[in-house]
């Protein structure tokens, strides 16, 4: 992936600097596309992205639209630090003489996908929770008839609340619910992203041996994002709907991924797994557009190579 050696220390620093700057710029978007994702027919509160994002602010004030940001913040350093370096080791492993065929891209980025939803799944089950617990709040107020009748109104949990309650009621697998969505979109999404942007990144370099531009790897990483964003869109639908846990009375339950896809089917039609396409694709093209720039900006490398060595 990249065209000079970088020590694992620096791969993890980068992608957790990435991480933490990308989901700070898009995270309000990313929001939108959980309320969009989780509303069933009967209970649209919302028609596009920007109505979700003006009716947060009205309702829950411009930091409404920053619930869950903790958790994403916390989190997302480890996931992003994971799946960067996980792929330049099966890269560096698979390759020939420092070549790669396609195939052998797209075994890399199956591994790195693989190996972040470790930490993906517990970060998305407690996010989305927090992302759309105002949308419940907002259908208590306006839609009424889709409360479940005897449930009483309580305050949003904290992440840590909700952790406590998912580990005490249902152990460390309660943290771990849609694993089996989240690798089906995870792994495909990786599959894509990065041997789409490796040779997009390709394209870009100066002579053979020199490196891309910073903003070729920039436009690189949002156009392989955003593509692979999209693609994989209709599991992250399935996730989304598997990990939500507070529902109103009209809305489905669903016992697993072929469940979720057949009363998504029947009940909302096929253009329900494109739900919040447009506000994940927003997401992830700066996301990983900002990832690719750092990681080959080489910003820890600057800061590590501030740090002093220790005498032999």
Known sequence: MADKQISLPAKL???????????????????????????????????????????TIRSEG??????????????????????LAANDFFRQHLSVDGKLTLVKEMLAGCGAGACQV????????????????????????????TVVAGTV????????????MLLR???????????GATILRDVPFSIIYFPLFANLNQLGKRG???????????????????????????????????????????????????DCIRKILRNEGPGAFLKGAY?????????FGIAQVVYFLGVAEYFLALLPKKDK
Do not use: H
Not at 169 to 179: Q, T
Not at 228 to 257: F, H, M
């Open 13 to 55: 620093i980068n992608g957790g600097i990435a991480g933490l700057i990308g989901v700070t710029c898009v995270f309000p978007i990313d929001l939108a596309k959980t309320r969009l994702q989780n509303q069933q027919n009967g209970c649209r509160l919302y028609t596009s992205m920007s109505d979700c994002l003006i009716k």
């Open 169 to 179: 009621e249902k152990g460390i697998a309660g943290l771990y619910k849609g694993l």
């Open 62 to 83: 411009y930091f409404g639209m920053y619930r869950g940001a903790a958790v994403n913040l916390t989190l997302v350093t480890p996931e992003k630090a994971i799946k």
């Open 153 to 164: 109104e309580a305050k949003s949990p904290t992440a840590m609340q909700l952790t406590r």
């Open 279 to 287: 506000c994940r694709a927003l997401v992830i093209a700066p996301l």
């Open 208 to 258: 053979v041996e020199g490196p891309a531009p910073f903003y070729v790897s920039f436009f690189s990483g949002c156009l392989a994002g955003s593509t692979a964003a999209v693609a994989v869109n209709p599991v992250d639908v399935i996730k989304t709907r598997l990990q939500s846990l507070n529902r109103g009375s009209t809305e489905d339950t669903y016992s697993g991924v072929v």
């Open 118 to 145: 470790v930490i993906t799944t517990p970060m998305e089950m407690l996010k989305i929770q927090l992302q759309d617990a105002g949308r419940i709040a907002a259908q208590r107020k306006l839609m009424p008839e």
